[in-house]
Nanobody, 126 residues
Framework: VQLQASGGGLVQAGASLRLSCAAS????????MGWFRQAPGKEREFVAV????????YYADSVKGRFTTSRDNAKNMVYLQMNSLKPEDTGVYYC????????????????????WGQGTQVTVSS
């Protein structure tokens, strides 16, 4: 089972980044996929989730209107487009797959996820 996140980097405030998450050796298209982030000294926090079909998304209030998650089930990929980045967006970003293959909640708790990627660092300078 592997989830490989990529696309992080060092950018200035106001810039954009697109994170990608590639899934392999895992059932992907039937499961919801989420993004979390963890800043130094802080707990991991929910960022966004997308349903298995891509029809439904849910975002943390802190990123709503700036971040967009999408997926391509044919390629086993999920994406996080991040616009208007702020210094408080700095952290390690993780993609994760939910435990259940149905859409039945907000999936904003880490406990609802079974598989996690290794994370990609995003640093936003002011």
């Amino acid at each position: 089972v592997q989830l490989q996140a990529s696309g992080g980097g060092l950018v200035q405030a106001g810039a954009s980044l697109r994170l990608s998450c590639a899934a392999s050796r895992i059932t992907f298209s039937e499961y919801n996929m989420g993004w979390f982030r963890q800043a130094p000294g802080k707990e991991r926090e929910f960022v966004a989730v997308i349903s298995w079909s891509g029809a439904t998304t849910y975002y943390a209030d802190s990123v709503k209107g700036r971040f967009t998650t999408s997926r391509d089930n044919a390629k086993n990929m999920v994406y996080l487009q991040m616009n208007s980045l702020k210094p408080e967006d700095t952290g390690v970003y993780y993609c994760a797959r939910t435990r259940t293959p149905v859409w039945g909640g907000r999936y904003n708790s880490a406990d609802e996820y079974e598989y996690w990627g290794q994370g990609t660092q995003v640093t936003v300078s002011s």
